[in-house]
């Protein structure tokens, strides 16, 4: 009996959707949205990888090893990071896509307002598997999502 290790092979094909996902949301951000066909956006799309909550399957390897591929494609630059402050109206304008992979937490009403304006206004959110599991205290969340 032959034995396969599929965990890198299905590691590459998890990491080939979030890029396929990513792509489409930055593209849609920037040419399809009826708010914002007239707006100049960068050649680099910004991203902010938002991370946390229980620790699950490689929830501290996958955000670098996807970041690592995305800046390598040349069309993205990538934060990482724990902060959800980086949702306030304020600091959310810095970028054009937020990417979550959080499981559990909840949302402040700025962070609310902050992400949910954010894509009202056109701007990519893509929701990583637990993305679902996060900010229950928000219905404005559940309902963008």
């Given at each position: 009996?032959?034995?396969?290790?599929?965990?890198?092979?299905?590691?590459l094909?998890?990491?080939?959707a979030?890029?396929t996902v990513?792509?489409?949301?930055s593209?849609?951000a920037q040419?399809?949205?009826?708010?914002?066909?007239?707006?100049?956006?960068?050649q680099?799309?910004?991203?902010?990888f938002?991370v946390?909550?229980?620790e699950?399957?490689?929830?501290?390897?996958?955000?670098?090893?996807?970041?690592?591929v995305?800046e390598?494609?040349g069309?993205?630059?990538?934060?990482?990071?724990q902060d959800?402050?980086?949702?306030?109206p304020?600091?959310?304008?810095?970028y054009d896509?937020?990417?979550?992979?959080t499981?559990?937490?909840?949302l402040?009403a700025?962070?609310?307002?902050?992400?949910?304006?954010?894509v009202?206004?056109?701007k990519?959110?893509?929701?990583?598997?637990?993305a679902a599991?996060?900010?229950?205290?928000?219905?404005?969340?559940?309902?963008?999502l």
């Open positions: 009996m032959v034995w396969l290790n599929l965990k890198p092979l299905a590691t094909g998890i990491i080939t979030m890029i990513i792509t489409s949301a593209v849609n040419c399809c949205c009826s708010t914002t066909r007239n707006m100049a956006y960068p680099i799309a910004r991203v902010l938002l946390g909550g229980h699950v399957h490689d929830s501290d390897k996958l955000p670098k090893m996807l970041a690592n995305l390598k494609a069309n993205f630059k990538v934060r990482i990071s959800r402050d980086l949702l306030n304020g600091n959310i304008r810095n896509i937020v990417l979550s992979y499981t559990s937490g909840t402040s700025e962070q609310e307002n902050g992400l949910t304006e954010f009202a206004s056109g990519g959110f893509v929701g990583i598997h637990s599991d996060s900010s229950h205290n928000s219905d404005a969340y559940w309902k963008m």
